[in-house]
């Protein structure tokens, strides 16, 4: 049964509003209920990390200096609930540069695993689109959280997940059918601890780990 200790989370759409591009820090706007959730989670012992896409950065459509800014201000927000962030990591690169580190690769966890002695059985991640789902899947992390904050709402249903509205749909446990699927649906970040209980309570049973024949 494993212990989940460490949390990581998407940063755009999951934890702050995902504006596009965001490269403005006056413009980092916490989800409703994101400081609480964490500040819960953070005074219980969880480590919690942000990774993050910033393909605006290889696009040329904001500088490294936005991008930390921006995380900045995210982390200044997240102060004001009582909230460190152990770490921020982020891929700069445009998809078309193929590097190692935008996810759904891996490279972002790879950085943090050595960073900071993680083990992949004691993490899960939360995000709002099939790449995080795809990223925790190919980490190998104890669980993938899809909310339905930001793009999230849109990933179940394009995923064939079923259909909002989103108030209609509850916490619950999935069977993903691929890497990009969830293995638990979590509406909403207040959720998280009910969540981290039902998996410390039963650990996906992905193909890789079902009993030989
Ligand atoms: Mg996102
Ligand atoms: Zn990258």
Known sequence: MPRITTLLFDRDGTLIKDKGYLADPSGVELLPEAGE?????????????VVS???GIGRGLFSLEDAL????ALAEQLADFGVTLTDIVFCPHAP???CPCRKPATGLWDVLRERHGLRPGAAVMVGDKAED????????????MLTLTGSG??????????????ETLTLRRLIPKSEQEPDLL?????WLPEAIQLVEAAPAAGPSRSAPG
């Open 69 to 72: 800014a921006c995380n900045a």
């Open 153 to 166: 709402l849109d990933t179940f249903s394009r995923l064939g997940l079923g259909e909002g509205p989103a």
């Open 186 to 190: 979590l509406p909403h970040l207040s």
């Open 53 to 55: 896409n910033q393909s």
């Open 96 to 98: 078309e540069e193929h």
């Open 133 to 144: 789902m795809a990223f925790a899947a190919r980490a190998g992390l104890a669980g993938r």
């Open 37 to 49: 959730a964490l500040s819960l989670l953070f005074r219980r012992g969880f480590r919690l990390f």
